[in-house]
């Protein structure tokens, strides 16, 4: 099974700055990673596949990047509906597994 | 607009059984693998379960591997699971989530908005 970490466990960012959320898999998942929004209450939502492609209707401050095992997400100016938990999953084999999340929150 | 609706959550007791359903509308159903994800209480999400477009291949977690069955009813639109010996740790909410493809290499998107199964005593 491959493990995904997080990190960190929780981001305290003002908004307008920008974040940046690390995420890293034990072994090699190519570009076969996705980042998911969720906030309380609410279903996770697709924001980002294919480590880089951003989903139908994210806005373009979203970027991801990496491949292989290290991947980030980046956010270039929080907007107080960003701040929110944001896990990565890798869909490259079975079982699919997310990391543990990362915990955005306002400064 | 794909839509996801889970339903079947419901409190049991240890051991007992349970079957969610998960209807859908909105796209080719048949042509997309479908997945179940679980959230436990203040949790993180736990990929439980995928079935292939055609139901012909499918994935279990170890943890729910040999007590839950995924299946899928393509004349209807409709994916299920059966949970079956459910104990304390399986309290969770659990999601249903559309592939991007009918089996491999598949992100999950959209999802649906979950359904509660408490465990207890």
């Known amino acids: 099974e491959i493990v995904m970490t997080q990190s960190p466990a929780t981001l305290s960012v003002s908004p307008g700055e920008r974040a940046t959320l690390s995420c890293r898999a034990s072994q090699s998942v190519s570009s076969n990673l996705a980042w998911y929004q969720q906030k309380p209450g609410q279903a996770p939502r697709l924001f980002i596949y294919?480590?880089?492609t951003r989903a139908t209707g994210i806005p373009a401050r979203f970027s991801g990047s990496g491949s292989g095992t290290e991947f980030t997400l980046t956010i270039s100016s929080l907007q107080s509906e960003d701040f929110a938990v944001y896990y990565c999953?890798?869909?490259?084999?079975?079982?699919?597994?997310f990391g543990q999340g990362t915990k955005l929150e306002i400064k | 607009e794909v839509q996801l609706l889970e339903s079947g959550g419901g409190l049991v007791q240890p051991g007992e059984s349970l079957r969610l359903s998960c209807a859908a509308s909105g796209f080719t159903f048949s042509s997309y693998a479908l997945n179940w994800v679980r959230q436990a209480p203040g949790r993180g999400l736990e990929w439980v379960s995928g079935?292939?477009?055609?139901?012909?291949?499918?994935h279990y977690a170890d943890s729910v591997k040999g007590r839950f069955t995924i299946s899928r009813d393509n004349s209807k639109n409709t994916l299920y699971l059966q949970l079956n010996t459910l104990r304390a740790e399986d309290t969770a909410v659990y999601y249903c989530?559309?592939?991007?493809?009918?089996?491999?290499?598949?992100?999950?998107?959209?999802w649906g908005q979950g359904t509660l199964v408490t465990v207890s005593s």
């Open positions: 079935i292939s477009g055609s139901g012909g291949s499918t």
């Open positions: 294919g480590a880089s």
């Open positions: 989530a559309k592939g991007s493809t009918s089996w491999y290499d598949n992100w999950f998107d959209p």
């Open positions: 999953q890798q869909y490259d084999s079975w079982p699919y597994t």
